[in-house]
């Protein structure tokens, strides 16, 4: 079992950043691939970033690459979520995610389904 608890969100300007932080417990929290989802209004959850339970290997959304930054930090059990350069589409709620093992990073990783354990997920709110 993992917990997932999000933080950091908020309400910002365009061109402005933020940095969300996702604090995982649980017996697998640090030996898990963690990714980044989002969902905005009336819309579907969309992928937005992965990274290895090692941090080496990462996959990003087309829409945020160059933008956004996903890290961890296994000593604390804590994943981050860098948010460069925000646009006002990227307001949404941001929810992290655990796989709940150690696999390899790939395309797959954009299905929310490959994901076991979810937090409630952070607003965030880009204004114009």
């Known amino acids: 079992q993992v917990q997932l608890v999000e933080s950091g969100g908020g309400l910002v300007q365009a061109g402005g950043s933020l940095r969300l932080s996702c604090a995982a417990s649980?017996?697998?929290?640090?030996?898990?691939?963690m990714g980044w989802f989002r969902q905005a209004p009336g819309k579907e959850r969309e992928f937005v970033a992965v990274?290895?339970?090692?941090?080496?290997?990462?996959l990003y959304a087309e829409s945020v690459k160059g933008r956004f930054t996903v890290s961890r930090e296994n000593a604390k059990n804590t994943v981050y979520l860098h948010l460069n350069n925000l646009k006002p589409d990227d307001t949404a709620v941001y929810y992290c995610?655990?796989?709940?093992?150690?696999?390899?990073?790939?395309?797959?990783?954009?299905?929310?389904?490959?994901?076991?354990?979810w937090g409630q997920g952070t607003q965030v709110t880009v204004s114009s």
């Open positions: 995610a655990a796989t709940g093992i150690r696999d390899p990073v790939s395309p797959g990783h954009s299905e929310s389904r490959k994901y076991a354990y």
């Open positions: 649980g017996r697998s929290s640090s030996s898990t691939t």
């Open positions: 990274i290895s339970w090692g941090g080496m290997n990462t």
